[in-house]
């Protein structure tokens, strides 16, 4: 596996740097992407949509990547993990039993997985399209 750390304040400036580091062949499957609420999260969703990268993302109180700390930014981790190695499970538990919820998502990896981890992250920010079950 191989992963390259991207950033930028703008939309644009996240598009260039992806197009410039796939340009030796990269080709990223999945994108850990911290974002700060003020930046348009649907522009960027579109950027890596267009490439079919995969997103698990939150917002945070600063964005961090190699070793540094953002404001008002986007810090992008691309991996070039085979697609088959991963699912993402987007639920809404706003009206759910968190419990509930968290076993049937562990069995749907399990379903696909013999021995499946997690990374878990909670948001406040989901929208229905982006429910993946």
């Not at 850990?32 to 109180?61: E, P, Y």
Request: aromatic share 8%; hydrophobic share 45%; no cysteine.
């Amino acid at each position: 596996m191989k992963s390259k750390s991207i950033s930028g304040k703008s939309t644009e400036d996240i598009s260039v740097a992806l197009q410039k580091s796939m340009s030796d062949n990269f080709k990223p499957a999945l994108a850990f992407v911290f974002i700060s609420i003020r930046q348009d999260i649907d522009a960027i969703r579109a950027t890596l949509d267009q490439h079919d990268i995969k997103i698990f993302g939150a917002s945070s109180a600063g964005e961090f990547i190699d070793g540094e700390i953002g404001k008002e930014s986007i810090a992008i981790l691309l991996l070039d993990l085979d697609p088959s190695g991963f699912i993402l499970l987007l639920e809404d538990y706003s009206d759910q039993d968190p419990v509930a919820l968290a076993g049937a998502m562990a069995a749907k990896a399990v379903e696909k997985f013999k021995k499946p981890s997690f990374i878990i992250s909670g948001s406040v920010y989901v929208k229905p399209e982006w429910s993946v079950s």
